[in-house]
Structure formats: structure tokens, C-alpha cells
């Protein structure tokens, strides 16, 4: 595990957003696995810059994001389909065809699902992008006493809820579940890049990271992923001074 704090987001932003672009520099054809939340946005405003300085291009990559809100349609401002639209792939020459989130509509979500994992399958995550939920969550993949290993329709917690409802007129609004990636792409993938920020975040970045590996805090299984890069901010990461 490669442990990095940086002193201001603007420093963690370019080394984000520099580990993505020189990937698809290597590798235009990369498949980046992508992320919601408040966390990455600062990464992507870096990454739509670089494109514009001519630095990067998306043209040939493929994407597939973490989650998506079971009953939110793409156009839902709230749907992660829209976020993506909005922070990234309206702002920089990737193909719309080659992104893909998780259908929020799909009448049968176990097909959708299966659906999902089969394309990933096949393509292979390059690079995942991840945040951390308050609860040690990851994508929607909830503590528990089990987790699931692919991509499901998942039940949110209230604390989830709570923590998303900024994104909503009211936390009645905010749906009660997700489709998301489950444990087994997310440790597919090649390369995980984990960005926390925070104080906020500080404990159970700690427990995550140092902490026993637990079904109880989802992203202690990141542990065991033999090429994990970890961005934090200051506040986030104190205690890996
Ligand atoms: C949501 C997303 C996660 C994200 C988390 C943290 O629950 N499904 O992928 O990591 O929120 O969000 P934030 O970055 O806003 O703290």
C-alpha cells in the first residue's frame, strides 16, 4: 500500500488527477473504473484541464462508474449519470458510448447487474477510483456481516442516506437502494486509487487502512489489493504521519 498525504487539495488533486493521465498516456485504451461523492470532483476539475492543455485524451478510453441510484433516471440531477456528465464527460473527448453507470431504471436489476459484471469482465478495470464513505463503505457496498462479491442492487443505510441527502431537496428523497460494483471487480482492478478528505474521515481512514479486515468497514478488504495508492489530505491522514 502506497500511503500518501499532501498538504493542500490542490497538490492531491494534480497527483490524482496526474496518475490518471499518465495512464491513459501509457495506455489510451485504459478502462477507468470511476467515483461519485464530493471526494473526486477536485480530480476531475485537474483531469478536464489537463485535456484542455492538450495533455490528456479520453478518446479511446472506456469508463465504468462505481453506483448508480435504483429509480433515478440519467437526467435526475441527483443520478450519478448526471454527475459524471457533469464533472467529466461533458468536458473532455470520451466517446459517451464508452461510459458506462449502472442503469437505475432497469426493470430487472439482477440482469442489470449481471450485465454490468460480464462487461466489466471482459474489459478489466485499469484503474478504480474510490472514495470512502463515513461508515468505511465503498461504492454502495454497506458494513455488514457479509458482503456481496458482484454487482447488486444494494439496501442504503440511513447514514448513508443522511450523508447523501445534500444532493437532494430532502432525505425523503434520497433512495432507499443502489446498484452497485461489488468487492470482487473492485479488487479486480488493476490499480486502486483511494482518496479520502477530511477530518471527518480521519478515524475510519485509519481503521480502514490499520485496522483489522472486516465486512464491517468494506474498505479494509483494500488491504489485501496489491497495488493500492492512497490520497489524503492532511486532515484525513494525520495519523499516517
Ligand atoms: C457515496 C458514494 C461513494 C462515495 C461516498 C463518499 O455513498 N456511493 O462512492 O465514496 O458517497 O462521498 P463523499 O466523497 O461525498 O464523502
Redesign the pocket.
Known amino acids: 500500500m502506497n500511503l500518501l498525504t499532501f498538504r493542500t487539495e490542490e497538490d492531491l488533486n494534480r497527483a490524482g488527477a496526474g496518475l490518471i493521465a499518465s495512464l491513459l498516456q501509457t495506455n489510451p485504451r485504459a478502462v477507468l473504473g470511476l467515483?461519485?461523492?464530493?471526494?473526486?470532483i477536485g480530480i476531475y476539475e485537474e483531469l478536464v484541464k489537463l485535456y484542455q492543455g492538450g495533455s490528456v485524451s479520453f478518446a479511446r478510453a472506456r469508463s465504468y462508474n462505481?453506483?448508480e441510484y435504483v429509480g433515478l433516471s440519467g437526467s435526475h440531477p441527483a443520478s450519478y449519470r448526471c454527475f459524471m456528465n457533469t464533472h467529466l464527460f461533458d468536458q473532455v473527448d470520451i466517446d459517451p458510448a464508452n461510459t458506462h453507470v449502472p442503469n437505475g431504471l432497469a426493470v430487472d436489476l439482477e440482469q442489470e447487474c449481471a450485465y454490468y459484471d460480464a462487461m466489466i469482465e471482459d474489459e478489466g478495470i485499469d484503474l478504480q477510483l474510490?472514495?470512502?464513505?463515513?461508515n468505511g463503505?465503498?461504492?454502495?457496498n454497506e458494513p455488514d456481516d457479509s458482503l456481496i462479491a458482484g454487482t447488486h442492487a444494494a439496501t442504503l443505510q440511513h447514514r448513508?442516506r443522511e450523508?447523501?441527502a445534500r444532493f437532494f431537496d430532502s432525505i425523503r428523497d434520497v433512495p432507499k437502494q443502489?446498484i452497485?460494483m461489488g468487492v470482487a471487480p473492485i479488487m479486480k482492478a488493476r490499480q486502486v486509487m483511494l482518496v479520502i478528505?477530511g477530518e471527518s474521515?480521519a478515524e475510519i481512514a485509519k481503521q480502514a487502512l490499520t485496522g483489522p479486515i472486516t465486512t464491517k468497514c468494506p474498505a479494509s478488504l483494500l488491504q489485501l489489493h496489491p497495488n493500492l495508492v492512497v490520497l489524503m489530505d492532511e486532515a484525513a491522514g494525520a495519523w499516517a504521519k
Open positions: 467515483a461519485t461523492g464530493s471526494t473526486p462505481l453506483d474510490l472514495g470512502l464513505g463515513h463503505h465503498i461504492g454502495f448513508t450523508a447523501n443502489a452497485t478528505r474521515k
